[in-house]
Structure formats: C-alpha cells, structure tokens
C-alpha cells in the first residue's frame, strides 16, 4: 500500500494592509500553494486577499470561508468547523494549503481556530506577520516601549472597570477592536490621566489610513482601528 503523502498548511502572515509589508517567505509560499484560503466578510469581501491579490494567480484554488466580520464577533464554530473539514480534505489529497492571515496568525488571527482543528493532523508551517501594533506605531512615529517599559495589549472589548484595572499599571498600551468602544476607552482614559497621550490610527499603511488624537476619532471606529498610548507622552521621554 503506497501512502499519499499529506499536503502542508501554511498560516502566512500578509502583514497589516499595504502589500509590500509581507514578508518574502510569505510571498514565496503563497506562489507554491496550489489553494489559497482566506477569511471574507459574509459578502465576500476580504481583507487578507486583498493585500496579497497581485500574488494570486487564476490556476490556485480559493476557499474563501465566509467569517461574521461584526465588530464585536466571536469565532464561529461553525463556520470554523467547515472550513477545516473543506482545508483537510485537500491538505489529505496532498495539497499544500496556504491560509491568509491579516497582520500575523498568531496575534488575534482567525486562523488559530482553524489550525486548533487541524495541527493535531497535518503539518503546518506558521509565518509570521507585521503586526498592526507595530504598523501603527511606524505610521504615528510612536515608539512603543523603551526600556523598563510595560507594554499592555488589550481589547477594547473588556468592561470598562477591566480595562481600567488593565491599564492603570501598564506605561503603554496598545488597545485593539476600537469599533463601538472608543467612548468607553475615552472615559477610561480619561479618568487615568491618559487621554492626551492617546493616538488613533485607522486602516494603518493602506491609501485610506487616518491618525489622529484619541479624542478626535469616530465615536465608532471601523473595525481595523486601534489607539496607542504610552503613559509619558512618548517612550523617548
Ligand atoms: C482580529 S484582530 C487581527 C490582528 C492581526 N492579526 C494583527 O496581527 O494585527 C483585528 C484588530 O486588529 C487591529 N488592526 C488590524 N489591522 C489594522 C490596521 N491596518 N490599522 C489599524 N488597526 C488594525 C484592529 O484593532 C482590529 O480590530
């Protein structure tokens, strides 16, 4: 009996927004996987395809696995479920499987549910990704943290006293999923002594990008949105 050898998944990191923040690994990867995977809005808009759309070509494959993209979503097993099923029978058929992750893989990305599924079964290969923290630390030219310095990440999706308790320590944050949050980040902010160090930046390095001060952002960002904050005003200082 000849067994067939298993195809890869590849979970490729394609970087923040502008396609030339992926990483040549990923680039040269993502050429040699005959399918191409993604997460896309249930309208079928993606993100992470866009960024890497020059690099596609008409004979790979696509899976696009159709994510609830509201700003407040939790993975949906389902749709995860699926996904996996439809991913593995390819990586079974021996073809390599190259999943698009926006920013990196690992850092908040949809493609840890899949690989929960499937890297007990088949090989995977993760690459990493510029993450938006630091594309958004480059485009405000905010260092993020210098030497002692705590950096705290966190989702703007806690509750307000969480999030107080999260960021009345820390000297710099990062605080992620903006969307409906921004005024509950304010009046956190705000109460710390904080909110005139705050610094908004939304679709980081792509031709409609936006920065701004904390308190001049949207009342409800867009859902690639976050604030950074560094408690001494820059970590320079
Ligand atoms: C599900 S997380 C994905 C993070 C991604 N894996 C990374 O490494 O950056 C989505 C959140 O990342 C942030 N984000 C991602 N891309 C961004 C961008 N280009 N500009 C600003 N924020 C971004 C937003 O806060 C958004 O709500």
């Known amino acids: 009996m000849t067994s067939q050898r298993l195809g890869c998944l590849f979970g490729l990191g394609v970087g923040p ?4 923040l992926i990483t040549v690994k990923a680039a040269r990867l993502l050429a040699a996987c005959p399918v191409v995977a993604y997460p896309a809005a249930e309208g079928g ?25 509201d700003v407040a979503r939790d993975p ?22 190259a999943l698009l992750c926006q920013g990196d893989p690992f850092f908040y990305g949809s493609f840890m549910y899949v690989f929960g599924r499937l890297a007990e079964h088949f090989p995977v290969e993760v690459v990493p990704g510029v993450s938006s923290m630091m594309a958004c630390a ?12 705590v950096l705290t990440v966190v989702p703007a999706t806690l509750p307000e006293a969480a999030l107080e308790a999260r960021l009345a320590t820390t000297d710099a944050a990062a605080i992620y999923k903006l969307g409906r949050h921004v005024q509950k980040v304010r009046a956190v902010l705000r109460r710390l002594d904080l909110l005139d160090h705050a610094r ?24 690639f949105a976050l604030a950074l904050v560094h408690r001494r005003g820059s970590a320079l200082g």
């Open 17 to 20: 927004g502008d396609p030339e």
């Open 200 to 223: 908004y930046v939304e679709r980081a390095t792509l031709a409609e990008e936006r920065r701004m001060p904390l308190t001049d952002a949207p009342d409800i960002a867009p859902y």
């Open 76 to 97: 949906a097993q389902e749709v995860y479920d699926a996904a996996a099923r439809q991913i593995g029978s390819e990586l079974q058929a021996g073809n390599d499987v």
């Open 138 to 149: 480059a485009r405000l030219g905010m260092p993020l943290a210098a030497r002692e310095d």
């Open 45 to 69: 808009d993606s993100f992470a395809r866009r960024i890497v759309a020059d690099l596609i070509r008409p004979d790979q494959r696509e899976i696009a696995i159709a994510v609830p993209m």
